[in-house]
């Protein structure tokens, strides 16, 4: 939206003629058009070790999403990019 910024100026007096401290004002509009930026996401950059047959394991507990511009993302997606064994991995997440 737009925004107004005000100068003054002073001259303070300095040529001593007794009519007292002259200044001027300026006002200018600014306009300004936010960005949609993208939403973040931080990992932890440890590697994660897992041995078969040993139960879940949580991927990333220090995970985190944030996006600036909206505190209410509307959603996410989450999948096994590589490697991925239909009988037996699983992924699930809260």
């Not at 936010?34 to 047959?53: M, W």
């Given at each position: 939206?737009?925004?107004?910024?005000?100068?003054?100026?002073?001259?303070?007096?300095?040529?001593?003629?007794?009519?007292?401290?002259?200044?001027?004002t300026?006002?200018?509009?600014?306009?300004v058009s936010?960005?949609?930026?993208?939403?973040?996401?931080?990992?932890?950059?440890?590697?994660?070790?897992?041995?078969?047959?040993?139960?879940?394991?949580?991927?990333?507990?220090?995970?985190?999403?944030?996006?600036?511009?909206?505190?209410?993302?509307?959603?996410?997606?989450?999948?096994?990019?590589?490697?991925?064994?239909?009988?037996?991995?699983?992924?699930?997440?809260?």
């Amino acid at each position: 939206g737009e925004r107004a910024i005000g100068f003054t100026v002073t001259d303070g007096n300095s040529d001593d003629l007794g009519d007292g401290a002259l200044s001027a004002t300026a006002t200018r509009t600014v306009e300004v058009s936010g960005v949609n930026d993208a939403p973040e996401v931080s990992v932890t950059e440890s590697v994660l070790t897992y041995i078969e047959g040993t139960g879940a394991l949580a991927i990333d507990p220090g995970l985190a999403l944030s996006d600036i511009d909206d505190e209410y993302m509307t959603g996410a997606t989450v999948e096994i990019t590589g490697g991925f064994e239909s009988a037996e991995d699983e992924l699930a997440f809260t």
